[in-house]
């Protein structure tokens, strides 16, 4: 079946530090791929997200991009903030958006 | 607050007693999924429906758990003589066909 793996946390970087979650991908056909934020306390939030090849998805700073020759949508930006500090899940949809699958989350923690 | 809420946040109760949560999607979408998500996990996929149709299950679902959406708007669902193992939190979220999820909270369960 489908599965998601992302690298194992926590990553701990310093405040303006450059940051690389690494997340890569089995499936059938052509899904969607998906980033979600999980803040301290708070309930998943969508991050960004690409729907084809190619496809490179951003938002507040972060960047990931859908390589499809490497089945890979890994999680970058520039320079961190210690709001960003928070644990990031990596997921994939079959093309009807039916159901997502999530990888196990990484922890992020930014230190000032 | 039009996002998608859920009641209660946690719930208490003892092995073998029955619970059941809540979920008030954002109004227009008429997708509605659940999600269970353990400690150090991402979150696994439970059921979907489709206005009221309950178009798909998990293999996770087991007989003791029932989902309703009774008139394409909330849902519930319920667990039936509760498990220890069933302590976790479950997820809800919502959906346009063929769009991004947003979701909920969640409902925090420990089966004492």
């Known amino acids: 079946g489908d599965s998601v793996t992302q690298m194992e946390g926590p990553v701990t970087l310093s405040e303006e530090a450059f940051l690389t979650i690494n997340c890569t991908y089995t499936?059938?056909?052509?899904?969607?791929l998906f980033w979600y934020v999980q803040y301290p306390g708070e309930g998943l939030q969508l991050l960004l997200k690409?729907?084809?090849?190619?496809d490179k998805g951003s938002n507040k700073g972060f960047e990931a991009t859908y390589r499809k020759e490497t089945t890979s949508f890994h999680l970058e930006k520039g320079s961190v903030q210690v709001s960003d500090s928070a644990v990031y899940f990596c997921a994939l949809s079959d093309q009807g958006f039916q159901k997502l699958v999530f990888g196990t989350g990484t922890r992020l923690l930014v230190s000032p | 607050d039009t996002g998608v809420s859920q009641n209660p946040r946690h719930k208490i109760t003892k092995r073998g007693q029955n619970v059941t949560f809540r979920c008030d999607p954002i109004?227009?979408?008429?997708?509605l999924y659940w999600y269970r998500q353990t400690l150090g996990q991402g979150p696994e996929f439970l059921t979907y429906f489709q206005n009221e149709a309950q178009l798909e299950k998990s293999r996770l679902l087991s007989d003791r758990f029932s989902a309703e959406r009774p008139k394409g708007s909330f849902s519930t669902l319920e667990i039936q003589r509760t498990e220890q193992g069933d302590s976790a939190m479950y997820l809800c979220a919502s959906s346009l066909a063929d769009a991004a999820q947003f979701f909920g909270p969640g409902t925090r369960l420990t089966v004492l």
């Open positions: 690409a729907t084809k090849a190619d």
């Open positions: 109004s227009e979408h008429n997708r």
């Open positions: 499936a059938t056909g052509y899904p969607s």
